[in-house]
Antibody, heavy 124, light 109 residues
Framework: QLQLQESGPGLVKPSETLSLTCSVSGGSISSAGYHWGWVRQPAGKGLEWIASLYHSGNSYYNPSLKNRVTISEDASRNQFSLKLTSVTAADTAVYYC????????????????WGQGTLVTVSS | QSVLTQPPSVSAAPGQKVTISCSGSSSNIGNNYVSWYQHLPGTAPKLLIYENYKRPSGIPDRFSASKSGTSATLGITGLQTGDEADYFCGTWDSSLTGVFGTGTKVTVL
């Protein structure tokens, strides 16, 4: 059974870079037909999609974060990662990694598997 | 920031029904499939509905959904205490971005 697990520092200082890794087990990020992405949820607020990638293919970014975000993959380790630069308190949130479908032509996109999430606090 | 609008909360007694609306626009819900998620605090969100109304294996038929124009609706019948959770709608935007709803807290009275 495929599982996703986020890892990374739980505390990041303002203006520094937030770095998270999602480790995938029980399956491969190279599997055809699936994208891999990051979603976050600030306390008391809704879900916000951050970015997604397709193995050795396209990457997609939330326009509101695009200038600060990089999503990348390490297929040899079956992992994908998120880097968010110049963080502020507004970036404090639970960060989830997830697998999703995406068929742009038909508008099909659903996040069918999620990690447990990891809380990242931005504070000095 | 959430692009899709949901009511903050809905409630009903055990055994009753609740419906949750999700309002978007022609660039997201209007031209793309909608999915729904159940989220218990501290746990991974769970996919409840995909492609507007389809249920993944293991999701009971107490959960149903529909889409009309730029809005979608999730219904939960035979409400159980275990259904208390936050529920989010989600879709893809024509600008190639993922979008989610503001979230609705379901309370079983």
């Amino acid at each position: 059974q495929l599982q996703l697990q986020e890892s990374g520092p739980g505390l990041v200082k303002p203006s520094e870079t937030l770095s998270l890794t999602c480790s995938v087990s029980g399956g491969s990020i190279s599997s055809a037909g699936y994208h891999w992405g990051w979603v976050r949820q600030p306390a008391g607020k809704g879900l916000e999609w951050i970015a997604s990638l397709y193995h050795s293919g396209n990457s997609y970014y939330n326009p509101s974060l695009k200038n600060r975000v990089t999503i990348s993959e390490d297929a040899s380790r079956n992992q994908f990662s998120l880097k968010l630069t110049s963080v502020t308190a507004a970036d404090t949130a639970v960060y989830y990694c997830a697998r999703h479908t995406l068929v742009a032509v038909t508008g099909k996109a659903e996040f069918d598997l999620w990690g447990q999430g990891t809380l990242v606090t931005v504070s000095s | 920031q959430s692009v899709l609008t949901q009511p903050p909360s809905v409630s009903a007694a055990p055994g009753q029904k609740v419906t949750i609306s999700c309002s978007g626009s022609s660039s997201n819900i209007g031209n793309n499939y909608v999915s729904w998620y159940q989220h218990l605090p501290g746990t991974a969100p769970k996919l409840l509905i995909y492609e507007n109304y389809k249920r993944p294996s293991g999701i009971p038929d107490r959960f149903s959904a529909s889409k009309s124009g730029t809005s979608a609706t999730l219904g939960i019948t035979g409400l159980q205490t275990g259904d208390e959770a936050d529920y989010f709608c989600g879709t893809w935007d024509s600008s190639l971005t993922g979008v989610f709803g503001t979230g609705t807290k379901v309370t079983v009275l």
